[in-house]
């Protein structure tokens, strides 16, 4: 599959694959976890498509994989990260890829990014951000987002039947000693029931951690534990227009027995 995305853009996989996060993920040697998130991937792909040929920003872009994995349909694309270090390896990498070019999100409050995007993907960063961090976030796509463009944004689903099914792989998969996994968070019986019975509403407590990612360069961030959906669903609709909620991998299960939820959405 990752291949086959690769060679629609003339990506050499292994640019692709130089990445730590798809070394991570995408080539997990767990068929799994490579399945899944190769599954967002073409999902992004699938609901960024309409908009090809225009201007792309992919906010908190990582290691670039995904803007490498659409650029035979974005050719003019930027990716945004809070990383110094890992926005100039970005650079560095693609720096055969006209058109591409990286920077950090506190420049996209340089006038120059106002409504000058006409899709601006955002996926798997808001459930990480502290609170004021995520309004602060949502605020940003919402300011680079143009009036006709739309903001495609993706949070995992750890709530419900969902949380159930990623619990008990998590378990396994520390077992194994499988990528991070063995670094999962835990929850108290008590917790747990009430992610899994949880209404659009429902909170727990959830631990703020701090990591240093690169020299100088150190970040807030929280893990899933805890992260309800639905709830972000309710911050998101205050300054976009929710125009469609879909779920991957497995779209025709809805959220209940899926891994991600994406939101469609356009500027109100």
């Known amino acids: 599959m990752h291949n086959a995305q690769c060679k629609k853009g003339a990506i050499d996989p292994q640019i692709v694959a130089g990445g730590p996060y798809a070394r991570k ?18 999902m992004a792909r699938s609901l960024a498509e309409p908009y090809a040929g225009r201007r792309l920003l992919d906010y908190g872009c990582g290691d670039g994989t995904f803007l490498a994995l ?3 349909l974005f050719p003019v694309a930027a990716g945004a990260d809070r990383n110094p270090e890992q926005t100039m390896e970005c650079v560095r990498r693609f720096q055969d890829l006209p058109g591409l070019t990286f920077t950090l999100t506190d420049q996209l409050h340089d006038g120059d990014h106002t409504g000058r995007y006409a899709v601006v993907t955002c996926m798997e960063v808001l459930e990480h951000c502290p609170d004021e961090e995520r309004a602060r976030v949502l ?6 987002t143009a009036r006709d463009g739309r903001a495609i944004i993706s949070v995992p689903i750890e709530i419900g039947l969902s949380l159930v099914v990623k619990h008990v792989f998590r378990t396994v998969a520390g077992w194994r000693n499988l990528g991070d996994y063995r670094y999962r968070e ?9 992610m899994v019975f949880a209404g659009r509403e429902t909170t727990i407590a959830r631990p703020l951690y701090t990591a ?8 807030r961030y929280h893990g899933h534990k805890g992260f309800n959906w639905r709830r972000l669903q309710g911050e998101v609709a205050i300054l976009f227009e929710i125009e469609a909620v879909v779920c991957s991998p497995l779209g025709w299960l809805g959220p209940a027995l899926n891994s991600q939820a994406w939101m469609v959405c356009r500027p109100r």
């Open 70 to 72: 659409v650029h035979d």
């Open 139 to 144: 605020e940003d796509l919402h300011r680079v």
């Open 186 to 194: 835990h929850y108290s019986a008590g917790e747990f029931l009430k």
């Open 212 to 219: 240093q990612f690169s020299p100088g360069f150190s970040l």
């Open 25 to 42: 993920q995408l080539f997990s040697s767990s068929r799994l976890v490579a399945f899944s998130h190769g599954a967002r991937f073409r």
